[in-house]
C-alpha cells in the first residue's frame, strides 16, 4: 500500500509541476531554486522590489512601467488606444496620427486613466476561513466569505488609505490582500501612429516574425507635479540577445489552468462557441456602421479592434481545449489528484462532504455525503447550462449609456446598505475608482449606443423569446430598434453633470428622475437582482467553496509548487530569448528595420502592408540593422499587454504586445517548444524614438535615467 500510495503521489506531483519556464508567479511563491539550477540566477529580494515598485496596472486593462525617476511610464499603443480614442475628435484623431509631446506643458491629461502600483501584500487566508461556518450550506457560506473579504478592505483602506483588494487565488485555496498606490492624473506623452503600432493589421496579429511599434507613453502626476517614481527599470539601449534569460513583469488577466476537467468540457463545448458567434454578429454591426462613413469608422474603431482581437484569441483557445491530447493530460492529473486525496484522510473535505445539511441543489447523487467537490463542481456545470441563455443573453454591455444607468440604479441602493452586504462593486473601498469611471468626461456618441443597445435588444429577444420576462420588460412591446431610439434618444446620461447629479442625489434623486435610461433601468433591476443571486448562491459558492478544497488538496499533496490562475494581479514570468520551429522551418528570434520595409516593399505598400508616413518619410535616417521585435518563452497572456522585459540586472530590454498563434492555449495550458510571448526590442523603441518620431526629450529621458 505504501508503495502504492508513493507511486501515486509521484504521479500527482509530476502532474501538477510546471514545464521548463511555465508559470505566471506571484512573487512570493518564486519557483527560486529552479532559476537557480536552470539559468544560474535566482533574483534577489532587493531586485523583487524594484520590479515590484516599478510595475504597473492600467485599470482599464493592460500592464506597464516605470522607466525613469519622473514618473514615465511605457505601455502599448493598443492599451492605450481607449485613452486616445476618447481624446480624439473628428478633427484630431491621434489614434491614427499619433500624439507627440514635445515639451512638458503638452502632454495631454487623459479622462479617466487610473494607474496601480502594488505597495504589498498580505496573506488574510486563516482569517476568511475562520469566519465560514463548515456545516452551513454553501450559499451562506458565500455570504459569510463575501462579508469578511469586505470587512478586511475596508480596515486596511481606513488604516493605510490606499486602494486595498482581497484578491481569491488557487479558486479560493488562498486570500491575499492587496494594497495599491492609485495614481489618476495621468497625462499621455507620445504614442505612435496606428499604422505602425499595428503593422500588418489582423493578418499579421498573434504571428510572428512581426515588424509592430506598438508602444506609448504616459506620465504620472501627484499635486500638479510628475512623481518620484518609487522604483524604475533603467533602459538598455543594447536590448535582449539571443539565448539570453529574461522576465516578465506584469497583470495577466485571467487563465483557467486549474478548473476541472467539468469546467473546461463547459468552457469548450458552450462558453466559447456562444461568444464567437456573439463576436460575429457585434462585428457585423460594427462594420456596417463603420461603411456608413469616416467618422462612424473612427468611432466604432476600438470596438471593432477588440472584437478582432478577441475573436481571433477565443478562436485559437477553442481549437487548444478541442485538442484530445490536452483534455487526455488534463484529464490524467485530476485522476491522479482525486486518488490522492481518496488516499488521505486528512484531505477528506475534498474527497468527499462534511456532513452537514442539505445543500440548495436537487442533485442528490452529487451531493450527498460522499460526494466529492468535483463531483459537486460537475453538479454545478450541469445547473449552469441549464439556465446559461439567462446568463449570457440578459445583458446591455455593448451600451456605455445603458451601462451607466444600470450603475446608477445599483449605485443609490447599495450604498444605503452595511458595506460588507453590498455588491463588492459598491463597497467603500471601490467608490473612488468608481466615481472616477462614471463622471468621466469622455465623448458617448448616440448613433453607435443606439446601434449598439439595439444589437443586445434583438439578440435578448432572439434568443430568449418574446416571452420571457426579461424581454417583455426590457423592450415594453416596442421592436430592438425602436426601444432603442427612444431610450437614446430621451437620455440625458451622455452628459457627466446629470450623472453626477443623479448619484449624489442618492435614492430619491433616482427614484424622482423621468430620464428614459433610468426609469428602464429601474424596471430592470429586480430582475437583475434575482438572477445575480441565483447565480451567487448555486453557482459562485459551490466554485468558492468546492475550488478551495481542491487546491488545498493540491497544496497537501504538492506544496506550492504551482502557480495560481491569472487575476489581473502582479505576477513575473521567467524565460529566455528564443526562436522556434514552424514546420519545416526555423524561425528567427528578431526582425529588424530590414524586415519592417522589405515587408511593405513585398506587398508594393498595400494596406494594411503600408507604412506609417512618418515611417516611410524617415526610412533614410533609421539603422535598418536595428532589432524590432523579438519572442520569448516567458508565460503570458492578455493583461500582460505592455509588460516589461526584464533582463537579470533588472533593465528595460522589451515590450510585450502579443502572442504567437501557439500560444493562443496559453489560458489552459503552457508548452515552452513553440508558445512565445513577442515583444517591441528596446534598440527598436530607441530607434524609432530618435530617428522616426525625433522624439529627443523622450530619448534624452530615457538614456539620462542611468
Known amino acids: 500500500m505504501r508503495c502504492a500510495l508513493s507511486l501515486l503521489l509521484l504521479i500527482v506531483l509530476s502532474g501538477v509541476s510546471v514545464r521548463a519556464d511555465e508559470g505566471m508567479w506571484t512573487l512570493d511563491n518564486l519557483p527560486l531554486q529552479r532559476l537557480q539550477e536552470r539559468y544560474g540566477f535566482a533574483p534577489s529580494a532587493a531586485w523583487l522590489e524594484k520590479v515590484r515598485l516599478a510595475s504597473v496596472r492600467f485599470n482599464d486593462g493592460g500592464s506597464g512601467a516605470f522607466v525613469s525617476p519622473d514618473g514615465l511610464v511605457i505601455t502599448n499603443h493598443h492599451v492605450a488606444l481607449g485613452q486616445l480614442q476618447k481624446m480624439s475628435d473628428e478633427k484630431k484623431d491621434f489614434v491614427r496620427e499619433g500624439f507627440f509631446a514635445r515639451r512638458p506643458a503638452e502632454e495631454r491629461p487623459c479622462p479617466d486613466l487610473e494607474l496601480n502600483v502594488l505597495v504589498s501584500t498580505e496573506d488574510v487566508t486563516a482569517r476568511i476561513l475562520a469566519v465560514i461556518s463548515s456545516t452551513a450550506a454553501e450559499a451562506v457560506q458565500n455570504v459569510q466569505r463575501k462579508a469578511e473579504m469586505s470587512r478586511v478592505e475596508k480596515e486596511s483602506f481606513d488604516r493605510t488609505g490606499l486602494r486595498s483588494d482581497v484578491v481569491e487565488l488557487y479558486h479560493g485555496g488562498q486570500y491575499q490582500l492587496y494594497r495599491y498606490k492609485k495614481y489618476t492624473d495621468i ?79 463547459f468552457i469548450r463545448d458552450t462558453v466559447l462557441p456562444e461568444r464567437l458567434r456573439g463576436m460575429v454578429r457585434r462585428r457585423g454591426v460594427l462594420r456596417q456602421y463603420s461603411a456608413s462613413g469616416a467618422e462612424p469608422a473612427r468611432r466604432a474603431r476600438n470596438k471593432l479592434f477588440g472584437l478582432e482581437n478577441s475573436f481571433k484569441a477565443l478562436s485559437g483557445a477553442l481549437l487548444g481545449l478541442q485538442d484530445a491530447k490536452l483534455m487526455a493530460a488534463k484529464r490524467a492529473d485530476e485522476d491522479a489528484l482525486r486518488a490522492a486525496a481518496a488516499a488521505r484522510p486528512e484531505l477528506a473535505p475534498a474527497a468527499r462532504m462534511r456532513p452537514g445539511p442539505a445543500p440548495t441543489q436537487e ?15 460537475a453538479a454545478m456545470q450541469d445547473k449552469a447550462a441549464a439556465r ?20 446608477i440604479v445599483r449605485w443609490v441602493a447599495e450604498v444605503e446598505k452595511p458595506n460588507d452586504v453590498r455588491y463588492p462593486e459598491f463597497r467603500e473601498t471601490a ?20 446601434r449598439m443597445l439595439a444589437l443586445d435588444l434583438a439578440e435578448s429577444l432572439d434568443e430568449l423569446g418574446a416571452a420571457h420576462p426579461y424581454v417583455i420588460a426590457a423592450l415594453g412591446g416596442l421592436t430592438p430598434e425602436g426601444k432603442a431610439r427612444e431610450l437614446i434618444a430621451g437620455t440625458g446620461l451622455a452628459d457627466p453633470k446629470e450623472r453626477r447629479r443623479l448619484v449624489e442625489g442618492g435614492a430619491a434623486a433616482v427614484a424622482a428622475s423621468t430620464d428614459p435610461l433610468i426609469v428602464w433601468a429601474r424596471g430592470l433591476d429586480p430582475l437583475y437582482r434575482e438572477l445575480r443571486k441565483w447565480r451567487e448562491d448555486e453557482l459562485e459558492s459551490v466554485d468558492a467553496l468546492e475550488g478551495g478544497r481542491i487546491a488545498r488538496a493540491r497544496f497537501a499533496v504538492a506544496g506550492k509548487s504551482a502557480y495560481p490562475d491569472a487575476t489581473f494581479t502582479l505576477r513575473l514570468s521567467y524565460g529566455k530569448v528564443a526562436g522556434y520551429e514552424e514546420g519545416t522551418t526555423r524561425v528567427p528570434y528578431k526582425t529588424t528595420f530590414h524586415g519592417l520595409y522589405d515587408r511593405a516593399a513585398s506587398f508594393a505598400g498595400k494596406p494594411p502592408f503600408d507604412l506609417s508616413p512618418l515611417e516611410a518619410a524617415r526610412k533614410g535616417c533609421v539603422d535598418l540593422d536595428t532589432p524590432l521585435d523579438f519572442v520569448t518563452t516567458n508565460d503570458i497572456i492578455g493583461g500582460n499587454s505592455g509588460s516589461p522585459v526584464i533582463n537579470r540586472e533588472g533593465e528595460y530590454v522589451g515590450l510585450v504586445f502579443d502572442g504567437n498563434i501557439p500560444s493562443l492555449v496559453g489560458r489552459y495550458a503552457y508548452s515552452d517548444e513553440r508558445n512565445r510571448a513577442v515583444a517591441v526590442h528596446s534598440a527598436g523603441i530607441l530607434e524609432a524614438l530618435s530617428k522616426v518620431y525625433r522624439m529627443r526629450r523622450l530619448v534624452k529621458e530615457l538614456r539620462g535615467a542611468r
Open 187 to 265: 497625462r499621455l506623452v507620445m504614442a505612435a501612429e496606428v499604422q505602425a503600432a499595428f503593422y500588418g493589421g489582423d493578418f499579421d496579429n498573434f504571428v510572428f516574425p512581426r515588424h509592430d511599434l506598438d508602444m506609448a507613453f504616459f506620465r504620472a502626476y501627484e499635486g500638479g507635479k510628475p512623481v518620484r517614481s518609487p522604483a524604475y527599470l533603467r533602459w538598455s539601449a543594447r536590448g535582449a540577445a539571443d539565448g539570453e534569460l529574461v522576465f516578465v513583469s506584469g497583470h495577466p488577466g485571467s487563465t483557467d489552468r486549474l478548473k476541472t476537467v467539468r469546467q473546461l468540457e
Open 363 to 377: 442533485l442528490p447523487e452529487a451531493h450527498g455525503p460522499a460526494a466529492s467537490a468535483w463531483d459537486r463542481i
Open 388 to 407: 446559461y441563455p439567462d446568463l449570457i443573453f440578459r445583458g446591455t454591455g455593448d451600451s456605455k449609456l445603458a451601462e451607466f444607468a444600470h450603475a
Open 431 to 450: 467608490l473612488d475608482s468608481l466615481r472616477f469611471r462614471t463622471f468621466s468626461p469622455a465623448p458617448v456618441y448616440p448613433d453607435l449606443e443606439e
